[in-house]
């Protein structure tokens, strides 16, 4: 069975090194060979074992009649969109990594698929190597699912754990992401949250069977958390991480993205590094976790070619993904409840006791000129009102 990968990056290496280090073990699995036959790039790379591979246009690809597998790992929507389409209306099973296409067009793409009898598989787009996506779709289909919710995004998850155990600033800890090749030179997509956002609108989307645009999804990245924050946090034996969840409550479905204040006993808690995890919770099953590396050369390769098994042994046959083109109407932001640690001057420790229901206060030496404490449960309008009232120095969200 003939394979072609559209790019040649650091995921698109890895599937090209995965096919063919692994060719026995892939055999034995579908039952026939798997060849790569083509590799899109516009680069050329001289004396590297693709060289041979290496195709320059698309069509080359497309209207070979050999090919009966095209794996996507270019990235971005423009041209792996158009790229992406054609090659399943041909009639061609595709897999692929890239969440902004899945989050984008997963909805249109699986129904094209399920028409043409063949397969869109994505496992990839989220948590990298974490087989997270193929449990929704196979093994949690007895269960009404009330909750999705983790860490999706390695980066992030660094640097908070840099700040944490080093004392080190956000700004020292995005410098050391970078020079270590887990964060990007324009990092925004993930120190803004909008990495984290197109996972879970993906993982949401599966879970509840509807298009949920991530556009629709409230999303605050980590660029305002300070070493004081982090401090609090320590003391009160808690972590700080970029939580991604999406819940449903009273019939409607909520998602965000945001930094959350977890606490010890929470699985999340001791998740650290680079490593990903991702929680769901069945009405029947309860609670499970998947743990791994969210990203990776050799891990996201792992989960594409999965899918490429996958899609090689179900060849003219349909695997069934329950997410509909109908739009998906999320609960609104203002009424998602929640407890929150706020930090105001000190001078306004009387009125915020008086302004909030607090849980608890939080004291620390080296802030004397703080007041901090936690909010017992209120929902997202009724603390934002409440702040505006205060000179507020900085909030988290609190688990």
């Known amino acids: 069975m003939k394979v072609a990968i559209l790019g040649y990056g650091t995921v698109g290496s890895g599937v090209f090194g995965v096919i063919r280090e692994n060719a026995a073990v892939i055999e034995k699995r579908v039952g026939w060979p798997i060849e790569v036959k083509y590799v899109l790039d516009l680069r050329e790379f001289p004396g590297d074992p693709v060289e041979p591979f290496l195709v320059h246009d698309f ?24 790229f992406v389409k054609e090659a399943l209306l041909s009639g061609r099973s595709v897999c692929t990594s890239n969440k902004e296409l899945v989050a984008a067009y997963g909805a249109e793409l699986i129904a094209i698929a399920k028409e043409k009898n063949i397969n869109f598989l994505f496992e990839a787009s989220v948590g990298g190597g974490i087989p997270v996506i193929r449990q929704l779709m196979r093994s949690v289909t007895a269960d009404e699912v009330e909750e999705v919710s983790g860490i999706l995004n390695g980066t992030t998850n660094y640097m908070m754990t840099r700040m944490r155990e080093d004392g080190i600033s956000f ?9 270590n090749g887990f964060a990007e030179r324009n990092p925004a997509a993930d120190i803004e949250g909008y990495d984290a956002c197109r996972k879970i609108a993906i993982l949401t989307s599966l879970a509840y069977g509807q298009q949920v ?67 769901l919770r069945g009405n029947m099953l309860g609670d499970i976790m998947f743990y791994g590396m969210g990203a990776g050369k050799y891990p996201t390769a792992s989960a594409v070619v999965s899918d490429v098994i996958d899609a090689a042994k179900h060849r003219s046959t349909n695997i069934p993904i329950l997410w509909s083109t109908e739009k998906l109407d999320l609960g609104k ?19 915020a006791k008086a302004i909030f229901d607090i849980h608890k206060v939080v004291s620390l030496p080296e802030y004397p000129q703080e007041f901090a404490f936690v909010t017992k449960n209120m929902t997202e309008k009724e603390f934002a009102d409440s702040a505006a009232k205060l000179p507020v120095i900085g909030f988290i969200r609190y688990e």
């Open 213 to 279: 645009d991530y556009q629709d999804i409230y999303t605050e990245g980590i660029t305002k958390i300070t070493e004081a924050d982090v401090a609090y946090a320590k003391s009160m034996k808690h972590g700080i991480k970029l939580i991604a969840r999406s819940y449903q409550k009273d019939g409607k479905i909520y998602a965000m993205v945001s930094p959350m204040m977890v606490r010890k006993k929470n699985p999340l808690y001791p998740v650290n590094g680079v490593f990903n995890a991702i929680k």
């Open 333 to 351: 932001k203002d009424d998602m409840e929640g407890r929150f640690f706020v930090r105001v001057d000190a001078e306004s420790a009387e009125r």
């Open 59 to 82: 069509r080359k690809i497309i209207e070979d009649p050999e090919v009966e597998i095209i794996v996507e790992v270019m990235g971005g929507l423009k041209p792996a969109y158009d």
């Open 171 to 179: 700004d020292e800890a995005l410098a050391d992401a970078q020079a």
